[in-house]
Structure formats: structure tokens, C-alpha cells
């Protein structure tokens, strides 16, 4: 049995960095900043680096490294990045046989500008990552541990499924909601997040999924918390965590320095580090430390995986203090 399936997104990415990007205070989003490529320019590139990405398989290196028994369940194209992606999950130990392949379009795609401060502009295609089809997969032979799901193309259908499945299994779901499952809003999300053991996500899209944009940090995990059947997890940024667990603790926690090379993949590895520590022993304390020692590990390398930690070697990052609130 399967400790951990994964459902979400698998990408090709390719990296670009110039020497630096022109940037420019957004215009109608201040402090936001752009970043400027000239009309009609041929820019040259200091470096290139093709690597694979996607929340759903970076999620499952994550739970492979750290010794999971674990499958990846995505969408792919019928061409050569869909083989490159299966191929490197394979490679790390993971089970790939539940993908899909779809030849009404390509593998999804990711061209990704970086800046020489870590930050990026990624430009997306989603291709073949939003034609699941439910009624392929077949849930009779997934039993794991844990459902971890990250986007899944805002398939309700699928995303019901996968509830209904796990509730009446007794399967644990973390779930890292993509844009397009957050827009269903709070009010049709609730009978699901009602079934989630760990809901992640950060300050801006969780106040978009409560449906008021601009809320406090912890004005989010308080709103969230009311419909989250286990823990709610809101990051914000450079500003750090906040965590409420079942009995309604808070916990919180800071961002270390750490060298940066680009932050593509933060916030997955954020998330799964998160939640396959919390899975040894309910830790909070611990699933934070490591969350954030996963993140600071990917950051140091280009590409969404290069540096996810391996078992038992998180212990050269510094652990991160986190603060258990009274309330």
C-alpha cells in the first residue's frame, strides 16, 4: 500500500536567466514590482536550465526522498516532455503507472525568466494538466495513507471524487489548492474542506477563496479554520506561517536567510515537507522546521527539485523557532 498518492500538476520548465531583467514599480500595485522585456528586443541569456516541475510532482519527490512509498497521478501529453516527466519520477522511486496520457494537447509548459535577486516570471501553459478524467482513474486500487493534491485544473468533479473516496476509506487528504480550485469560493469548497486533514495556502489566496480580498493573516487562518476539518497551514511570505491545529492552538513561525538562486518550487516543497513530517507523528512543531528547511533547500538551486532534502539529512539546515500562541 501506497503511503502517499499525489493528484496535481506535472510540467516541462525551462529557465532563463539574464543578467537582469529591467524592473519597474507595477503600475496600479505598488510596491509590486514588473519585470520589463522590451518590445520588438532580442535579450541574451546568461544561463539555461530544462528541468521538470509541476505542484503535484514535486510534491511526490518530496514524500520519495523521505522514504514514502509513493505514486503520481497527473495528466500528460502523448509527446517527449510527457515522457521526460514520467521518466524522472520513475527515477526517483516513484510509482507512475495511474498517469494519463492525452493527446488532444501538450504537456503543460513553463518558461521561467529569472531575476538575478531569485524572483521569476513564470509564463504558463497548462496543456494536458486540465483533462483528468475522473472516470478513468480507478480509486478502487487507490488506498494509501494520504491523498496530497495540488492543482487539479479546477475539476469539481474530480476534486468531489477524491473527497468522497478518501472519506469513505479513511484516507487522509493534504491538500495545496491551485488557482483554479480556490476560485470555486468558500461557500462550494466547504462539504470538501471538510475532509481535509491539512489545508495549505498562502495569505492572498486564502483571503481570495473566503471571498475578501485583503484580510489580516490571521484574520485568514480564523476564517478558514471554521470549515477545515483538520489543521489549516497560511503562509505570507517573508512574514512567515501560522498554523491552527484542531484544538484550535496557533503556532508560528518565521522565514530564515538562506542564499537564494531562484524561488521557483518554494512553496511545494514548503508544503510537502510540511505535511509528510506532520504525517510521522502529528509534530506540528517539527512539520514546520521542515517545511521550511525543504523550502530553503530548494531555493538554493534552479529548478523545483534539484534540492528537495533526502531523509535524514534536513539536519545542516538551522531549524526555524516557532512560537505556540495562547490563542
Request: glycine share 12%; hydrophobic share 40%.
Amino acid at each position: 500500500m501506497h503511503d502517499f498518492i499525489t493528484l496535481g500538476s506535472a510540467t516541462r520548465d525551462v529557465f532563463f536567466k539574464a543578467g537582469d531583467f529591467e524592473l519597474r514599480p507595477h503600475e496600479h500595485d505598488a510596491p509590486q514590482m514588473e519585470q520589463c522585456v522590451p518590445l520588438g528586443s532580442k535579450l541574451e541569456m546568461k544561463e539555461i536550465v530544462f528541468a521538470t516541475g509541476g505542484g503535484g510532482a514535486n510534491a511526490a519527490v518530496t514524500f520519495a526522498r523521505q522514504g514514502w512509498q509513493t505514486a503520481a497521478l497527473g495528466v500528460v501529453g502523448a509527446d517527449f516532455n510527457g515522457e521526460a516527466i514520467i521518466a524522472e519520477l520513475a527515477q526517483e522511486g516513484i510509482e507512475t503507472k495511474y498517469f494519463q496520457k492525452h493527446e488532444g494537447d501538450h504537456t503543460a509548459y513553463s518558461v521561467i525568466l529569472v531575476h538575478g535577486s531569485g524572483e521569476r516570471t513564470i509564463l504558463s501553459y497548462k496543456g494536458e494538466g486540465q483533462h483528468f478524467n475522473v472516470q478513468a482513474i480507478p480509486f478502487e486500487n487507490l488506498t494509501p495513507k494520504w491523498f496530497y493534491l495540488n492543482s487539479l485544473g479546477g475539476n469539481w468533479d474530480l476534486l468531489q471524487a477524491i473527497s468522497a473516496h478518501a472519506a469513505a476509506n479513511q484516507i487522509k487528504i493534504g491538500m495545496n489548492p491551485g488557482g483554479k480550485e480556490i476560485a470555486h469560493g468558500l461557500k462550494k469548497l466547504t462539504p470538501v474542506l471538510k475532509n481535509i486533514s491539512v489545508l495549505i495556502t498562502n495569505k492572498e489566496e486564502g483571503a481570495e477563496m473566503i471571498g475578501t480580498p485583503g484580510l489580516e493573516h490571521r484574520q485568514v487562518l480564523d476564517k478558514l479554520k471554521e470549515v477545515v476539518g483538520g489543521i489549516a497551514v497560511v503562509t505570507d511570505g517573508p512574514n512567515g506561517v501560522l498554523v491552527k491545529d484542531v484544538d484550535g492552538k496557533i503556532y508560528k513561525a518565521g522565514v530564515p536567510d538562506s542564499p537564494v538562486v531562484e524561488r521557483t518550487g518554494a512553496g511545494d516543497a514548503w508544503s510537502s515537507g510540511f505535511i509528510s513530517e506532520y504525517s510521522r507523528g502529528g509534530d506540528i512543531s517539527k512539520a514546520i522546521q521542515f517545511g521550511t528547511a525543504n523550502a530553503s533547500a530548494v531555493v538554493t538551486q534552479f529548478g523545483a527539485r534539484a534540492g528537495i532534502l533526502k531523509k535524514d539529512d534536513w539536519g545542516s539546515w538551522p531549524l526555524v523557532e516557532v512560537e505556540i500562541l495562547t490563542s
